[in-house]
């Protein structure tokens, strides 16, 4: 007897605070603006660029990118040594709270690679990023011509 009161007062326990949890407004601090992709021919590595914005007061950080129309997303980072420059691949790249992350050639960029279409200048491409909170932002990236600098 005692211990199926028990049982139920933690079901209920349980269920009030899910619910609690359910009730709070979804925190979604993480945006995305300003993606575009870089189209080169055939089987080169595109490269993606964007604005990652948060306007939590946590930091939180990109973990990952994926998109339907690539058949592998990466973060990467282009580190210049001398006229020499590499591109290394990163786990994560924090935003600050309140601050927004730019991606633009020459730094952190998306690296798209394994088109399952050929890429048109004109059309949009949608790329979703992961944060570190759990958030998943899907952006609407514009193919720009290969000889696009920046944005
Ligand atoms: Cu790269």
Redesign the pocket.
């Known amino acids: 007897m005692n211990t199926s009161r028990q049982l139920l007062l933690a079901a209920l326990l349980c269920g009030a605070s899910f619910q609690a949890f359910a009730a709070e407004p979804a925190s979604a601090p993480a945006s995305v603006s300003d993606c575009w992709i870089r189209a080169l021919p055939g089987d080169l ?1 595109k ?1 993606g660029y964007f604005k990652a914005h948060n306007a939590g007061d946590q930091p939180v950080n990109l973990v990952g990118i994926s998109s339907t129309a690539f058949g592998m997303a990466m973060l ?1 980072q282009t580190q210049s040594q001398g006229s020499t420059s590499s ?1 290394a691949m990163v786990e994560q790249v924090p935003v600050p709270a309140h601050g927004t992350l730019v991606f633009a050639p020459g730094n952190y ?1 998306a ?1 798209l690679e394994e088109p399952k279409q050929a890429l048109k200048v004109g059309s949009t491409i949608p790329l979703t990023f992961s944060f570190s909170n759990g958030q998943k932002v899907t952006a609407a990236c514009a193919v720009k011509s290969a000889g696009t600098m920046g944005q």
Do not use: I, L, R
Request: net charge neutral; hydrophobic share 35%; glycine share 16%.
């Open positions: 590595p490269g990467h591109m960029h690296m």
